[in-house]
């Protein structure tokens, strides 16, 4: 298959506007950073080669920042069905993970454990890939921090410290993992001691 050769204005152009996208995205104006999105997607539906690769990027972090964490799940799951390309199992892994918190925020931690299970899934077959990227890590800890596996947490953050060069004690982004999986065990603890007290 002959590859699509796209002239530089036509690339100058489709970067201008993916830029809307991404300025409004920043300022968490989803709604219309969606609108814009469609729009492009719709201009360059027919489009082979780096367009697509564009506008899939473009909708895993608009699905993240927007907290359409099943929709990224599916926007992963999609395309790997469709080319068995292990990349795109970054939205699994991410969107999976980042829904179960989600299920157990509502009270539904069986639900949660499933999507949990789901992200380690995804990222076993993405690390096959892509095992140096610190980032990923972060999100399978979040997997296996909501599955209750404190040991492969740790382990999984100790390898994402040594890819990033960061202490794994002290290191914002892994703070902030232990202090989601902390504070959804103890409105786990609150909801059942509720429980014993209205028997």
């Known amino acids: 298959m002959l590859k699509t050769k796209y002239s530089a204005e036509y690339i100058q152009s489709f970067n201008v506007e993916m830029q809307v996208v991404w300025d409004a995205i920043k300022k968490a104006d989803y709604k219309s950073a969606l609108k814009e999105a469609d729009k492009l997607r719709q201009k360059h539906k027919n489009a082979k080669g780096f ?3 564009k506008l899939y990027a473009m909708y895993n972090e608009y699905y993240f920042q927007s ?10 799951e999609s395309n790997y069905r469709q080319t068995r390309n292990k990349h795109y199992l970054y939205s699994s892994g991410v969107g999976a993970a980042w829904y179960a918190k989600q ?3 509502r009270g539904n931690a069986l639900r949660g454990k499933v999507w949990a299970k789901r992200s380690v899934e995804a990222w076993k077959i993405y690390h096959e890939l892509i095992s140096n990227y610190y980032n990923s890590y972060v999100h399978l800890v979040l997997a296996y921090g909501l599955l209750g596996e404190t040991h492969l947490m740790e382990e ?20 902030e993992i232990r202090e989601i999986i902390l504070s959804l065990r103890i409105g786990k603890m609150i909801l059942e001691i509720n429980q014993l007290a209205k028997m």
Do not use: M, R, V
């Not at 999984?156 to 703070?175: H, V």
């Open 51 to 53: 367009p697509k690769g």
């Open 67 to 76: 907290g359409k964490h099943k929709e990224q799940y599916e926007l992963g």
């Open 103 to 105: 299920l157990f925020e």
């Open 156 to 175: 999984n953050l100790n390898i994402s410290a040594k890819l990033c060069g960061q202490d794994s004690k002290t290191f914002k982004e892994f703070g």
